[in-house]
């Protein structure tokens, strides 16, 4: 049975960094993404890579911002988010299944962390 696990949210002041991860349990030969909530808005895609780590998918609203990494021998998929901005606060979540934008596409999903930049 797969399980994902979120640490490393946190309160963070505008232009600051914080470093997601997301620790898998089971079968993860899938692609995997990370995906963003805030309150009153729909889940929002942020980046996905496939199993290999070859390729990566970035919305345009973090590109150059964020990078997403993963680490097989770990079970480990990485979100580093660097200069941070107030809409950038949700809840985020890291997923397993598919290397698309669309969530529904997406399998497996952990509990989410919170993410909060102050302005």
């Known amino acids: 049975q797969v399980q994902l696990v979120e640490s490393g949210g946190g309160l963070v002041q505008t232009g600051g960094s914080l470093r997601l991860s997301c620790l898998a349990s089971g079968r993860t030969f899938l692609g995997m993404g990370w995906f963003r909530q805030a309150p009153g808005k729909d889940r929002e895609f942020v980046a996905s890579v496939n199993w290999r780590g070859t390729d990566r998918n970035y919305a345009d609203s973090v590109k150059d911002r964020f990078t997403i990494s993963r680490d097989n021998a770990k079970n480990t998929v990485v979100l580093q988010m660097n200069s941070l901005k107030p809409e950038d606060t949700a809840v985020y979540y890291c997923?397993?299944?598919?290397?698309?934008?669309?969530?529904?596409?997406?399998?497996?999903w952990g509990q989410g962390t919170q993410v909060t930049v102050s302005s």
């Open positions: 997923a397993l299944g598919g290397l698309t934008t669309s969530a529904s596409d997406y399998r497996y």
